[in-house]
């Protein structure tokens, strides 16, 4: 039975230190040879503090579900979008919390499915907010 209370439901807060390895390490997974992603001297250049993560780096943040207690091996990855006010860049400390912000059914091929539509907010140590992630999750 899925609680449609659980709308408004937050996570915890989770703080991330941005890498630079992990930054490297995610753009080469990509493909992605940008040296603003690769090269710190070449970031610097190009004003940036330090290397510039991918836009999708926050998938990389493992947060919390809240408010979906479903079986998970019935669940798929619907969707993401990143939303920022600024690049991320190595040496960011963020802190970040997920919200359940909606639910809502669709039908499918196979039967009804339900849609979970969570947002993932980052900001740095000041409070400024730095990335909106929204996820879909799909239970069928």
């Known amino acids: ?3 449609r209370n659980a709308i408004g439901t937050k996570s915890e807060i989770i ?3 941005v890498e630079k390895g992990a930054i490297r390490a995610f753009a080469r997974a990509l493909g992605d040879e940008n040296p603003i992603h690769l090269d710190e001297a070449y970031a610097k250049k190009q004003g940036y503090a330090s290397l510039v993560a ?3 780096f926050p998938a990389t943040f493992r ?10 091996s019935r669940t798929l990855h619907g969707e993401q979008e990143f939303l920022y006010e600024r690049p991320i ?3 960011d400390k963020l802190r970040c919390v ?3 912000v909606d639910i809502f059914d669709r039908p499918g091929k196979t039967g009804p499915m339900t849609f979970f ?3 993932t907010k980052g900001e740095d140590v000041e409070g400024n907010l730095v990335f909106i ?3 879909t999750v799909i239970y069928r």
Request: hydrophobic share 40%.
């Open 1 to 3: 039975m899925i609680d």
């Open 15 to 17: 703080e991330f230190e």
């Open 54 to 56: 991918p836009p999708t």
């Open 63 to 72: 947060m919390p579900k809240p408010g979906i207690n479903v079986e998970l």
């Open 89 to 91: 860049v190595a040496g």
């Open 98 to 100: 997920s919200q359940l």
């Open 117 to 119: 539509i969570l947002e």
């Open 133 to 135: 992630s929204k996820t």
